[in-house]
T-cell receptor
Framework: SAVISQKPSRDICQRGTSLTIQCQVD?????MFWYRQQPGQSLTLIAT?????????ESGFVIDKFPISRPNLTFSTLTVSNMSPEDSSIYLC??????????FGPGTRLTVL | AQSVTQLGSHVSVSEGALVLLRCNYS??????LFWYVQYPNQGLQLLLK??????LVKGINGFEAEFKKSETSFHLTKPSAHMSDAAEYFC???????????FGAGTILRVKS
């Protein structure tokens, strides 16, 4: 399975600011994804990070709020822009393996004051 | 479209007792089904997956799940609960050929000594 790291592991931010979360994988992967887990809730897919093209966003998520970069096959960033307390969540990146599995990073726990 | 329903947001069992976590799915195409476990303050770990091979799937830590098409179910079981099994468990579905994982709401398993 792939080893996935995320930075930062947690952060406390002020309303109106932006935070960029990094996701690094120890091997080249085609598919990378960003999920959000709001407090006490399940995971919701934000977008699929495509290498060499724009990310594909799910309904309810927009590029202006959650810009994503995917400069190569091992790295991606998610930015949470103009944050509000409602953005307080755990943000997780995941990768798809050739064996139809998805592996998740440890998550970034974000608190917005 | 796919969806997952996990019956019971909280399940409590005694140590050594049978663990049964329920998952029912809906899918417009043949599904792939997954169970993940999330320990406190950690990311998700894949327990097991069903990808149209054997209907009884064995995973890590003694867990197994049976795919029952007639019941659209994929319940997770373990014969004997251990204290270390206390965690939140998520069932997820995606269509064959797709990449988007749709998660259930999660079931928190408590193991009593």
């Amino acid at each position: 399975s792939a080893v996935i790291s995320q930075k930062p592991s947690r952060d406390i931010c002020q309303r109106g600011t932006s935070l960029t979360i990094q996701c690094q994988v120890d091997s080249q992967v085609t598919m990378m994804f960003w999920y959000r887990q709001q407090p006490g809730q399940s995971l919701t897919l934000i977008a699929t990070a495509n290498q060499g093209s724009e990310a594909t966003y799910e309904s309810g998520f927009v590029i202006d709020k959650f810009p994503i970069s995917r400069p190569n096959l091992t790295f991606s960033t998610l930015t949470v822009s103009n944050m509000s307390p409602e953005d307080s969540s755990i943000y997780l990146c995941s990768v798809a393996s050739v064996r139809d599995e998805q592996f998740f990073g440890p998550g970034t726990r974000l608190t917005v004051l | 479209a796919q969806s997952v329903t996990q019956l019971g947001s909280h399940v409590s069992v005694s140590e050594g007792a049978l663990v049964l976590l329920r998952c029912n799915y809906s899918s417009s195409v043949p599904p792939y089904l997954f169970w993940y476990v999330q320990y406190p303050n950690q990311g998700l770990q894949l327990l097991l997956k069903y990808t149209s091979a054997a209907t009884l799937v064995k995973g890590i830590n003694g867990f197994e799940a049976e795919f029952k098409k007639s019941e659209t179910s994929f319940h997770l079981t373990k014969p004997s609960a251990h204290m270390s099994d206390a965690a939140e468990y998520f069932c997820a579905v995606r269509g064959q050929g797709g990449n988007k994982l749709v998660f259930g709401a999660g079931t928190i398993l408590r193991v009593k000594s």
